[in-house]
């Protein structure tokens, strides 16, 4: 396989479960105000820390609004919009278009057109639930249609590789502002929750709900929702799909069959490693958000490994 | 009902489908009947659906000037274009017989150029060509051919007809979007397919294949064939992917490539693996820096000399194009009897070569009657259309043909025949031109039919697709 068709592939596939936890975010979010009595600040700023685009979109807008919000986020001309991600998804399915199943591309294509236009009737709550959950179920459609209709073989595993590691990402992402908005830690080791106590578990049962996780949760953790036990579940339980754990172990599992994957190889172990040999528990203690930051740095230097191992043609 | 044959009027040209006001011809009878039964409602939808069918199906073309929306959708009319097998048939071998004394010219031109010692054209009028590749001396790729595949331009005249218009050697395009005008058709009218016994044309990438497959240097069983283009902003991308799709084949860029020891090997994430035989959709003088044009950034230095050592097959072979040129046209016929002895079976269009004298005087004498073309453009740019031009631009070509006889080429204005496409109101004649693809190596292939294309604007004869022009499924019928 070309490296630029594997870079390509991997990239449309990461941009495409971006869109979908983008969407994701969104309509949890919308459906927490629901939930959420007025007096409850409910932070929009936590999605831009989310989405890792604090810098671009202090850039746009001054304040973090939910219209600014679902404007950024879905129709901005801009990296972290659901239509320009589209776009690109598109892109980069547009040129690969020789080793993707037809049928994936023109969902894909779909999807681009749909969300362009309704991209403008988003700013309303009712349109734009509707939207997001329309994305979510074609980009869950596209990943069906690669699964089933691409080989196992090396394009398979960039798309594998690529949804992977954004899931990680994402949900480590999403656990670091889940804790910042409920574990404080004014002193050493003093734990206070901040957020008023009653809405603690709605809080994070949206963080699940986020990542469809909620009824996993409840089936395999069987207590009352809680964040150690949550946070516990969306990094380190190997059998839910969008734990940290599970595609850290799908990368390290799908990459044994590409050529030169020790460092890769090395590095997704080394994740690994620092995902399951932490005390959630101690964690919370000490601060969530240290650990997360260092757990992203092993996912950038990943990803970084496999751009130059597989993408850079050697000269 | 929406559309009827009894108010459409084709005027004095040969129209294809229906002869003359509420008469189809035989093989369309049931096609046009069909048509006729569904009321506006069913054509919107279908016409709408069509449109749904491209856009999703991402069929799309580039127009340069467009600035930032590079990706265009497919203009695409609904009524099919029928063509009786028998006259078909005819056509096919003509097409087959004018590719193989056009191949016997190239490699002539190239190895020995008998065909300057027998007298039969001006040594000039070649090498001078700015198609013409002396670095390809000498050369003989396999079967002798150089133009594997070759997209030529037909068109109907007023008895209906097949003449030859021009012959595209270089790099035709067009071939995916005759197969996706199938695939549309069948989207979106699969009632029309009932009763009609229609030539399939999804062969033609297993064709393709085959071919490129034989022209691989590697005896081995399965041979690297890529698809060499020149990137997103090309303008014919689509159908680089889509063919390489089909096929099976990589899509790759210049960059995806790299010379060493006169091999040609592509970059692959396990690192560099070697191929064999190359479709390229690139010109000529972008192929290879260091041979040809040193600033191109789309080719790959070296490959040029890989493929003089026989190490990688280019389709088609560099130098084919000298044959790509209005003037060589001219002389075709005659090849086909100097070379196969053979009488041609398909006619050229009636030309006046600008720098023979008499002829040239009868172009200049006539430039009001006359289309001029220049010999080496492609895509309807260039060209005097006489009758509709004004003074100003027949001065204009007169001094361009004074300075520059070479390169111009006059023909009579060709009454091109048409066919009904689905109009506001209703259908309505519009003018078409016809290109079939014929695949050579050591067999030929020619398509069923081809990519036609209608110019959508009332009265003209413009069929580009840059230009305002759309397309059309084509079905060649038996019985």
Known sequence: ?315 | MQIDWQTYDPGAFHDEMIERPGAPRPTAQQLAAYLESLDRKDLDEKKLAARLAIKTMGISFTVYSDGQNIDREWPFDLIPRVIPAREWEVTRRGLEQRVRALNCFINDVYNGQKVFKDKIIDPELILDSVNFRPQCLGIEPRYGVWAHICGTDLIRDEHGRFMVLEDNLRVPSGVSYMLENRRVTKRVFPELFENYDIEPVTEYPQELFDMLASLSPRRQAFPEIVVLTPGIYNSAYFEHSYLAQRMGAELVEGSDLVVENDRVYMRNIGGLSQVDVIYRRIDDMFLDPAVFNPESMLGVPGLFKAWVKGNVSLANAPGAGVADDKIVYTYVPEFIKYYLDEDPILPNVPSYRCFKDKERQHVLANLDKLVVKPANESGGYGMLMGPQASVAEREEFARKIKDNPRNYLGQPLISLSTVPILGEKAAEPRHVDLRPFILQAADSYVTPGGLTRVALVKGSYVVNSSQGGGSKDTWVVMG
């Open chain 1, 1 to 315: 396989m070309l490296s630029r068709v594997a870079e390509r592939i991997y990239w449309q596939a990461r941009y495409l479960e971006r869109v979908e936890n983008t969407a994701r975010l969104l309509n949890v979010f919308s459906n927490l105000l629901l939930d959420l009595p007025g007096r409850t600040k409910l932070g929009w700023r936590a999605l831009v820390r989310i989405t890792g685009t604090t810098e671009l979109f202090a850039t746009r807008y001054n304040i973090a609004t939910e219209s600014n919000l679902a404007q950024f986020l879905i129709a901005d001309d801009c990296d972290a919009s659901i239509c320009s991600m589209l776009s690109m998804a598109r892109e980069n399915a547009r040129t690969t278009r020789e080793v993707m199943p037809t049928e994936a591309f023109e969902r894909i294509n779909d999807l681009h057109y749909y969300a362009q236009s309704a991209a403008d009737s988003a700013a309303v709550r009712s349109a734009r639930n509707e939207m997001l959950e329309h994305t979510i179920e074609s980009a869950q459609q596209i990943f069906g249609m690669l699964a089933g209709a691409m080989s196992r073989d090396s394009g398979y595993t960039f798309v594998r590789m690529g949804r992977a590691l954004e899931r990680a990402d994402m949900v480590t992402r999403i656990v670091d502002v889940g804790a910042r908005k409920l574990f404080t830690h004014p002193g050493k080791g003093s734990v206070a929750p901040r957020f008023p106590e009653p809405y603690e578990g709605i809080l994070w049962m949206s963080v699940l709900r986020s990542q469809s996780a909620y009824q996993m949760y409840r089936q395999h953790v069987r207590r009352r929702v809680n964040g150690e036990d949550v946070v516990r579940f969306l990094l380190q339980d190997e059998e839910f799909p969008r734990a940290a754990i599970h595609n850290l172990t799908t990368i390290s599992k799908v990459l044994s069959k590409l050529p030169k994957n020790e460092e890769v190889a090395g590095l997704v172990d080394e994740a690994r490693r620092h995902v399951m040999q932490s005390q959630v528990a101690d964690l919370i203690e000490e601060g969530l958000t240290d650990y997360i930051d260092r757990l992203q740095i092993k996912f950038a230097a990943i990803h970084n490994a496999i751009t130059h191992t597989w993408f850079s043609p050697r000269n």
